[in-house]
């Protein structure tokens, strides 16, 4: 089954500790982004990935990290230093290149931060 | 960067009825409109995309027009059916090699019997 998996589900973490969200995809993908979505508010992006070991940060990108040492994986890290965590994350992925536009998303991760 | 503005934010209709729902952008270089569904606790999903090459793509139940002109683009869904209740985003972006979606702020559709 080709697709993009998100774990987990739901994450609950204290205010100031780190947190990281997996993100998987064997679509063969050369993109990977990931969204951050709140009631109201749509979808909005936190940084992207258009290959292996390079990424740019989207319109949110402040509190948050992220790595892409593997195609295949487009872990993002939530640090003490984003002052609203609490939200639903969602990762999605896409071709690269010519006539290549739709992203895939993942189930999401629904993160509570007490 | 792009801005883009979704109405109505909740629309009620009878199944059977259309629905209509209108998205605006702001960057006149968009090329890419797609619009997605989610259903609660999930990703999005496509239903159908449009480009700015055409005006107007249909999928069965599913019509999405664009006019360039007018940088609006709309949604419509034809017989509306109770499993087409969820959320709808319309999305703009312009061709790169990464699509870098800019989304607008959802529009919950409720199908009533």
């Known amino acids: 089954d080709g697709g993009i998996t998100q774990s987990p589900k739901y994450l609950f973490r204290k205010e100031g500790q780190n947190v990281t969200l997996s993100c998987e995809q064997n679509?063969?993908?050369?993109?990977m982004y990931w969204y951050r979505q709140d009631p109201g508010q749509g979808l909005r992006l936190i940084y992207y990935s258009q290959i292996v070991n390079d990424f740019q940060k989207g319109d949110i990108a402040e509190g948050y990290s992220v790595s892409r040492e593997k195609k295949e994986s487009f872990p993002l890290t939530v640090t003490s230093a984003q002052k609203n965590p609490t939200a639903f994350y969602l990762c999605?992925?896409?071709?690269?290149?010519?006539?290549?536009?739709?992203?895939?998303f993942g189930p999401g991760t629904r993160l509570t931060v007490t | 960067g792009e801005n883009v503005e979704q109405h109505p934010s909740t629309l009620s209709v009878q199944e059977g009825d259309s629905a209509v729902i209108k998205c605006t952008y702001s960057?006149?270089?968009?090329?890419?409109f797609p619009w997605y569904k989610q259903e609660l606790g999930k990703g999005p999903q496509l239903i159908i995309d449009?480009?700015?090459?055409?005006g107007e793509k249909k999928d069965q139940r599913i019509a999405v027009t664009l006019n360039k002109t007018a940088k609006h683009f709309s949604l419509h869904i034809t017989e509306t059916q109770p499993e087409d209740s969820a959320v709808y985003f319309c999305?703009?972006?312009?061709?790169?090699?990464?699509?870098?979606?800019?989304f607008g702020t959802g529009t919950r559709l409720q199908v009533t019997l």
């Open positions: 449009i480009r700015s090459n055409v």
């Open positions: 960057d006149s270089a968009s090329n890419y």
């Open positions: 999305a703009a972006s312009e061709h790169g090699t990464a699509s870098k979606l800019t």
């Open positions: 999605a992925s896409s071709m690269v290149g010519q006539g290549a536009y739709e992203q895939y």
């Open positions: 679509l063969n993908h050369d993109a």
